[in-house]
């Protein structure tokens, strides 16, 4: 069967859109991602403290406490794709409003070990879920002349809730003495109740997701794909106008002829979308594998390593999250000028020439003033770079049809990526030191640059449609 030719009016990233309505749906979708980045980072302000109170004193049990809430990232992503398909973007984008709420009360709440284990997996689901689906679901309602910008919202977002997880982190803990004992600590009002207040304010901006997400409409090439065209055309028109709706419904439909709502995930084996997905899953992992979450999850032992008192890490680690949001801003203005693969080379790149200069400071001894500059310049880089245009890329690379599952797939990778990052990290750093650690940070780093320099197309202002059709020769 041959579609029809496509109406010859301007393409819909060409033609005029609301930009009140569009940004406005961005903005709430992204919250899945601020929540995204409070959890993920929440936890390395507040483990001085409930280490002691649960009594933690094993690398495994300190280990497993910090990366529990990936395992909840990674069932959340692999369930992500397939529910999506079947019941839409915006329902599971609620269910993960209703997750990050509930494991942040619960994780306050905890009086035993094991059930701070489950209610930080059960928060870790939330983040697989909204890690996969915001930056999909803003993708897929967005004009393709300002997709980029409008996914790298989701990033921005993702930026301010790690900032916000550090100042909430940073306003709660009372000052620490550098000389007190574990026991002195626990008996603080810090190892008794701190903790807690630093998880449970994560409810508040869940509260704002669940509400927002009730508001907005579901994705429109999701209803195009599921049979319900006529309320995915009034959702385009609402975004763009008529013509918009008109030419952007052609185009979906040029892409979804004779297939079914639902995906076998055996036809992301077939060749071409193999191809794809092989990509999106090296890409997602090297994302992880770059190093920079080392900085987020163990800031605390980089800055002591680097001579700094416990009061002076706290300030410290709020700094990283103000260069981390200032930098992002510069790829919410680049992406779709210079697009997305002079970024994500620039990034590949200065992450490895910091990540040599950082391993030699620590090899040399140097402490100080110089080490958080360089580390500061790592955050500004990824921030700029990599950090966004990755999930730009992993949203759009995917056809119509197998999107959902295609990304769950990619996202999984990613928080496998993630993962094992943080929980290897303890143990390089034990056999190889902070200078070799982060020398083989920086070889990964040279490594993702020829990736992406030979495997990475252009992508900036085409449609979803226009991309899967260059994808698919």
């Given at each position: 069967m041959i579609a029809a030719p496509l109406p010859p009016t301007p393409s819909p990233g060409e033609a005029s859109y609301?930009?009140?309505?569009?940004?406005?749906?961005?903005?709430v979708a992204a919250l899945g991602g601020l929540l995204f980045g409070y959890d993920?980072?929440?936890i390395s302000g507040a483990d001085l403290f409930y280490e002691k109170y649960f009594q933690l004193v094993t690398p495994f049990d300190i280990g497993w406490a910090k990366s529990c809430a990936l395992v909840g990232c990674l069932l959340g992503a692999v369930v992500s794709g397939g529910l999506s398909d079947r019941f839409g973007r915006k329902r599971l984008l609620l269910l993960s409003a209703l997750l990050f709420m509930g494991s942040s009360i619960g994780t306050a709440l905890a009086d035993r070990y094991g059930v701070f284990v489950l209610w930080r997996i059960a928060g870790g689901a939330a983040i697989g879920l909204?890690?996969?689906?915001?930056p999909m679901y803003i993708a897929e309602i967005a004009p393709a002349a300002i997709r980029g910008r409008l996914v790298s919202i989701n990033q921005l977002a993702i930026v301010?809730?790690?900032?916000?997880?550090q100042l909430v982190n940073w306003l709660i803990a009372e000052p620490v003495p550098a000389a007190a004992t574990a026991a002195e600590i626990l008996r603080s009002w810090n190892g008794q109740f701190g903790w807690r207040w630093m998880f449970a304010a994560a409810a508040?901006?869940?509260l704002f997701f669940l509400a927002g997400m009730l508001l907005v409409p579901e994705s429109p090439r999701w209803l195009a794909k599921n049979g319900q065209s006529g309320l995915a055309r009034s959702i385009l028109a609402k975004i763009g106008g008529d013509a918009y709706a008109a030419r952007a419904q052609a185009?979906?439909?040029?892409?979804?002829v004779q297939e079914d709502a639902r995906v076998n995930f055996r036809e992301l084996l077939s060749p071409g979308p193999r191809k794809l997905l092989l990509f999106g899953v090296a890409l997602a992992f090297l994302q992880q594998w770059c190093g920079i979450n080392v900085v987020f999850y163990y800031s605390k032992d980089v800055f002591a390593a680097a001579g700094y008192q416990v009061s002076d890490i706290l300030l410290?680690?709020?700094?990283?999250?103000l260069a981390n949001l200032t930098f992002t801003f510069g790829a919410i203005a680049l992406v779709d000028r210079l697009g997305r693969r002079p970024l994500m080379l620039a990034g590949w790149v200065g992450l490895a020439i910091i990540y040599v200069l950082l391993g030699g400071c620590y090899f040399a001894g140097v402490q100080g003033a110089v080490l958080v500059t360089l580390v500061v310049a790592a955050i500004a880089c990824y921030a700029s770079t990599l950090g966004p245009v990755v999930w730009v890329v992993l949203a759009e690379i995917f056809p119509n049809r197998i999107r959902g599952a295609a990304m769950s797939i990619a996202v999984f990778a990613l928080w496998t990526g993630c993962f094992t990052l943080t929980y290897t990290f303890p143990q390089l750093n034990s056999l190889l030191g902070p200078a070799g650690t982060f020398w083989v940070y920086a070889a990964i780093c040279l490594g993702g640059g020829f990736f992406t320099w030979a495997k990475l197309p252009e992508t900036k202002g085409k449609t979803l449609e226009a991309i899967?059709?260059?994808?698919?020769?």
């Open positions: 609301r930009a009140a309505y569009v940004w406005g749906i961005a903005f993920w980072v929440v909204a890690s996969n689906l915001s301010v809730g790690i900032l916000l997880a508040l901006p869940s185009e979906i439909a040029s892409t979804l410290n680690i709020v700094i990283i999250g899967e059709r260059e994808l698919a020769q």
